[in-house]
Nanobody, 124 residues
Framework: QVQLVESGGGLVQAGGSLRLSCAAS????????MGWFRQAPGKDREFVAG????????YYRGSVKGRFTISRDNTKNTVYLQINSLKPEDTAVYYC?????????????????WGQGTQVTVSS
């Protein structure tokens, strides 16, 4: 079992930055691939970024490359998402997710555990 709690969301102006955190509990965190997803009102949940258990591999959706950075600290059981140069279209609830069993980083259904989400709102 992995429990996930996101924090760090908020209201920012376009061009601003936020750092999202996802604190995990459970023994399998350090061996789990992790992902960040987001869901805007009326839209499907979409992949944003993923990171392997050992931080060797990272993945991003095209629209966030160069602006978002995913990282993790297995000693703190925490995964981060640094978001820079925010745009109004980044407005969404951001979720972190864990997939201890592996699978695709990009597919919602391949993740076993989800946090409750943190709201990011970007004003223009």
């Amino acid at each position: 079992q992995v429990q996930l709690v996101e924090s760090g969301g908020g209201l920012v102006q376009a061009g601003g930055s936020l750092r999202l955190s996802c604190a995990a509990s459970g023994r399998t965190f350090s061996s789990s691939a992790m992902g960040w997803f987001r869901q805007a009102p009326g839209k499907d949940r979409e992949f944003v970024a993923g990171i392997s258990w050992n931080s060797v591999a990272t993945y991003y959706r095209g629209s966030v490359k160069g602006r978002f950075t995913i990282s993790r600290d297995n000693t703190k059981n925490t995964v981060y998402l640094q978001i820079n140069s925010l745009k109004p279209e980044d407005t969404a609830v951001y979720y972190c997710a864990a997939t201890p069993g592996g699978g695709s980083y990009f597919i919602v259904g391949d993740y076993d555990y989800w946090g409750q989400g943190t709201q990011v709102t970007v004003s223009s």
